[in-house]
């Protein structure tokens, strides 16, 4: 099973980083995989996995965690602004706030609830039309914007272009978290987490290195 290969580099890299062993969080991204291969994870004894559709993952993890007990859960995929109330009850954290009536929404509930799940700022870096995120010109309002509504932001979180060197974008993620003063950063996925942990990733998401290809892409 690969987890314990990809944990084990997670190590060393964190070792070759001068970093701390376990302060880098691995999620095990699990979106569209087959159940076998989840469960076969959750066997292992790991309890820290990332989904990027609210229906899916609220269809198969209140099962598992009423079979294996309570998981980390972690929601990296865009987030519609009706589906935040399922989100908020079933996820620890949201990867993926990147608009002001996403942030508008998790604040109430946040209210109504008395707490909130960890949330982080997706960013653009590299401005892709077609991606979600903020863009670096707007991040600072946007974050002081989340704050002025009482919205705790944990860190922040991108996806760089496919094709190109990913670490500048993790050196420019980690830049716009500093000057925030946030200390998440949410970076690094199978092809290039090492790369983010040299670059100051808390949270890797890590999906097909782990369960192997998705059947099929969304
Ligand atoms: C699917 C996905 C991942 C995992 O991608 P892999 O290349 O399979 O590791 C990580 N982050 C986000 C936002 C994703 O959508």
Redesign the pocket.
């Known amino acids: 099973m690969a987890l314990a290969e990809i944990v084990a580099r997670v190590r060393a890299a964190e070792a070759a980083a001068g970093r701390e062993a376990g302060s880098v969080t691995l999620i095990a ?1 699990s ?1 569209v995989q087959p159940l076998d291969r989840v469960i076969a994870v959750l066997e292992q004894g790991y309890r820290c996995f ?1 989904e ?1 559709y609210v229906q899916e993952a609220a269809g198969k993890w209140p099962d598992l965690q009423a079979r294996f007990g309570k998981v980390d859960l972690h929601m ?2 865009p987030l519609q602004t009706n589906k935040a109330k399922v989100a908020v009850d079933l996820f620890d954290a949201i ?2 706030v990147d608009r002001p009536s996403l942030a508008e929404k998790l604040a109430r509930l946040a209210q109504e609830r008395g707490r909130s799940p960890a949330l982080y700022v997706q960013v653009n870096t590299g401005e892709e039309p077609q991606k979600a995120g903020v863009l670096p010109a707007d991040l600072d309002g946007f974050v002081a914007t989340c704050r002025g509504m009482d919205l705790p932001v944990a860190g922040l ?1 991108c ?1 760089p272009p496919e094709g190109e060197d990913s670490s500048p974008h993790f050196a420019m993620l980690a830049g716009m978290a500093a000057r925030n003063g946030l200390g998440g950063l949410s970076m690094g ?3 290039d987490f090492e790369a983010a942990i040299v670059a100051g990733a808390t949270h890797i ?5 782990i369960f192997g290809e ?1 059947a099929y892409a969304r």
């Open positions: 991204v979106k990332g990027n990296i995929g990867h993926s979180m996806i996925m199978s092809g998401r890590v999906g097909s290195a998705r």
